[in-house]
């Protein structure tokens, strides 16, 4: 165990709206290098918590801290990638190219009048190749089959050079080749750039072997520390809410 | 088509005219991209409270005008983030309401007359030097603060959480935005009227997005589109003596409509 500062430190977060719980009592810390996979039934407050990570909502108690400063100091959101649920369903009428839709992942580094110096360049450059979407760089964003959108938004998020990935059900509308594609190139990533992943997904049965920690979310959080006795974990059938052996059974198939 | 610039009306109106043309096209892309075109009209219908207010006081009704456009821009601004409400429900709130403020002041003041009638439909001969000057000082300051931030007001208008996620300061953008919406439309009034601005914001960047281009060319294109029914309505305004605000309007229509043909799917 490192004793460096966790990127995500939340302890005892409550969410309550209209007087109905949310999330409750939601403590986490995920560490620099890690690769885990947020699962849990629609409506369990996945996607919530990602929001109260990233700001987007305030929680009702609680603390969170991003590299080890308080949320509302917290200066350095360029360490942090977010690739939202609806990436892959944009505007299609959007009058964006690929590459400037890339290259919105380095608005908040680039000076005023929007010039783009060599590194914004080549951090876009490097992004686009990662994601295998330099050839579509002329296309229109609206013009993409949605695996190669995914890709798109992922190559923006990664432009800023992030230390973190968060990406919420980042195959939603892709094809199962590109989703086995997808999920070679996030192990890479974590790997190889030493890249912290954090990602909700449905299909636990395709990643279990891959990911380092699972998390369940309903109301409350669960961890399983070894995905591998995860899917026999009798709390987490029940808070996932669906029977998690045939689940396991039907990955080996 | 020369005869017409020896008078000097007409030098200054198309002066005023080529800068509102630069001014609204381009601010428009982003309003248009925000999906926020209807605060155009609302804007316009706030600065005509402050020209009625003009009108009865007698100062001028251009500065009076921009200052209402502002407060009514931040309000609906305010209203929208911190509310919550809806926002077309908001902007018809305000639309509905300016007009009638606007009507109410302008009869106590008896002013209800050709001098109004020219701020509805813009007039190329109300246009003073003085006119002149302010929209080139300001219409300046304002497209300088647009293209300084326009990757921001880019990245907002593509994904705004994404943007506010990647430490863009949102709200204070949005402020700037319609901020500088609210000075653009209160500055062409004179020409293009408080009922037909909106107009000239939003139909020269939705032609220009029939050509399903990039986003720079997709401005560059709006902004010819924009120049060119400036030229072309006010040439006509003058030899038809029509209002220039409408006659502006009917050509950035008719490039809209050929745009929409010739790209037709």
């Known amino acids: ?78 360490k942090i990638g977010y690739v939202p649920q609806r990436a892959a369903q944009v505007d299609l009428n959007f009058p964006a190219t690929v590459l ?45 089959s949605g695996g190669q959108r995914q890709r798109v938004m992922i190559a923006r998020a990664l432009a800023s050079k992030p230390e973190v990935l968060i990406l919420d059900e980042p195959n939603t509308g ?7 594609r997808f999920y070679a190139l996030l192990r890479e990533l974590n ?18 072997d891959d990911i380092g920690r699972l998390l369940t979310v309903n109301q409350s959080l669960l961890t399983c520390n070894d995905p591998k006795e995860a899917m026999s974990c009798a709390e987490m059938s029940k808070l996932y809410g669906i029977d998690a052996h045939l689940l396991h059974n039907h990955h080996h198939h | 088509m020369i005869e017409m610039f020896q008078y000097e009306f007409m030098q200054r109106a198309f002066l005023a005219g080529i800068i509102i043309a630069v001014l609204a096209s381009v601010s428009g892309s982003f309003i248009v991209l925000r999906q926020y075109s209807m605060m155009t009209e609302t804007l316009a219908h706030s600065a005509l409270v402050g020209v009625a207010v003009g009108l009865l006081v007698g100062s001028s009704p251009l500065w009076t005008a921009v200052v209402v456009a502002l407060i009514s821009a931040w309000t609906i601004e305010y209203l929208r983030s911190y509310y919550h409400l809806y926002s077309d429900a908001i902007l018809a709130i305000f639309l509905s309401g300016s007009l009638a403020l606007a009507v109410i002041i302008v009869s106590l003041a008896g ?56 430490g863009v ?22 020409v293009v009227g408080t009922l037909l601005i909106g107009a000239l914001m ?63 799917r």
């Open chain 1, 1 to 78: 165990m490192t004793f460096d500062v966790p990127v995500f430190d939340v302890k005892n977060l409550m969410l309550t709206i209209n007087e109905q719980t949310i999330l409750e009592n939601i403590s986490l810390q995920i560490h620099k290098g890690e690769y885990t996979a947020l699962i849990g039934p629609n409506g369990g407050g996945k996607t919530t918590l990602i929001r109260l990570l990233l700001g987007l909502q305030k929680a009702n108690s609680g603390e969170i801290r991003l590299f080890g400063v308080l949320q509302k100091d917290f200066q350095n959101w360029d």
């Open chain 1, 100 to 144: 400037e839709v890339v290259m919105m992942g380095r608005t908040a580094k680039r000076g005023f009048f929007g010039r783009e110096r060599e590194e914004d360049v080549l951090a876009v450059e490097e992004a686009m190749q990662k994601m295998d979407v330099t050839h579509l760089k002329a296309r229109l964003i609206g013009t993409l």
């Open chain 1, 174 to 180: 892709v094809d199962i080749v590109s989703q086995q």
């Open chain 1, 191 to 208: 790997s190889k750039e030493k890249l912290t992943i954090l990602f909700i997904t449905h299909d636990i049965g395709v990643i279990a």
């Open chain 2, 111 to 166: 002013a209800f007359n050709s001098s109004l009638f020219s701020y509805l439909f813009g007039s190329i001969l109300s246009v003073s030097t003085e006119d002149v000057m302010t929209m080139f000082i300001f219409g300046g300051i304002a497209l300088m603060v647009l293209l300084a931030f326009y990757k921001e007001f880019y990245f907002i208008a593509f994904d705004e959480e994404v943007a506010q996620t990647s």
């Open chain 2, 169 to 190: 300061k949102v709200k204070v953008f949005n402020f700037l935005l319609v901020t500088i919406v609210a000075v653009i439309i209160a500055l062409s009034i004179r």
């Open chain 2, 202 to 264: 939003v139909i020269p960047t939705v032609a220009a997005l029939q050509y399903r281009q990039g986003f720079a060319r997709t401005i560059w294109l709006a902004l010819g589109f924009s120049l060119l029914s400036v030229v072309v309505g006010m040439t006509s305004s003058y030899y038809f003596s029509l209002p220039s605000g409408a006659t502006i309007v009917m050509a950035v229509l008719i490039i809209f409509i050929v745009s929409l043909v010739i790209n037709r």
